[in-house]
């Protein structure tokens, strides 16, 4: 019995691939194989450590410092927290930056979340030409900041040969002098126009995976369109929403070009958000360990808008919402 027993055990063996005198401890080829896979991020993660922490510690470091580029007998002076406690306290004009900043994110936000939404619910419905419209409603996000900003500033907003100034002196109202009496809403405007089509691609792909059964249902039942899309749609849509939300406020929270090419951050500091003051404190000023010490707050700051909106916009078990 034992021979017979020995044998079988054998012969399964061999059926299973595996060779009689192999060990029964043997490694499998499929964990071996997990093994090697493992250590293929390495050279990833090697890249973004050099492109992203590397130049945060060495901002870091610098903010640490009194470095004027000007006057380099001073030397590179260490002065420990001395720069942001200068910003905080002494600065009279970070705080208004900072509210700068902040009426520029809400604003321009604002205005792409309820742009994208009329655009999104527009462009999803059975239309002639849909795909055509579609195309030509991204190209405002496809253009370079820049180029969109000198068309705004030149072609549109212009108070002597702009479009929309032609076309209220037609009508024979004022023209404005839009980045001299109003910049830092005309800006706002100008960066909502561009972030409009990504607003408008997320939640329209949003749309689309909504059953049409749900939309059926809500007619049948004598739903009009606003209820529909305000009981149904909407909530339906949070996932999206919480995208560009999370997205347009990181992307938005860094406009430079814009307000570099229109205003430069002006009139006055009537415009000047944290990377554009940061950008002037660098290389109008030449305070190098100053405008370090924005720029590590700048990302302090985003870090926080992230995770704070991540956790209210995750799901919570009861357990964690009480």
Known sequence: MSRTS???RQGRQILNGVSPHTRADTTPPAISVRRRVTWLHIPALVFMIIMTQVPFVLALWFSLHSWNLLQPAEGFVFVGLSNYINEFVVDPNFW?????TAELIFGAIALALIAGTILALLLNRPIWGRNVLRGVATVPFLVTP????LVWKNLMLSPNFGIIDWALHSLGLPTIAWFSSI?????TFIVAWEWTPFVMLVLLAGLQSIPNEVIEAATVDGANPFTTFWYIVFPML??????ALLFGTIFIFQTFGEIYLTTSGGPGFATNTLPYYTYQTAFNSWQIGQAAALGVIGVIIAI???RAMLHFTADH????RG
């Open 146 to 149: 820049s180029v969109m900003a």
């Open 238 to 243: 949070r996932r999206a929403y919480e995208v």
């Open 304 to 306: 926080l808008a992230a």
């Open 96 to 100: 208004p930056v900072i509210g700068h």
């Open 6 to 8: 020995s044998a079988m």
């Open 317 to 320: 078990t009861p357990e964690e």
């Open 183 to 187: 910049p830092l809403e005309s800006i």
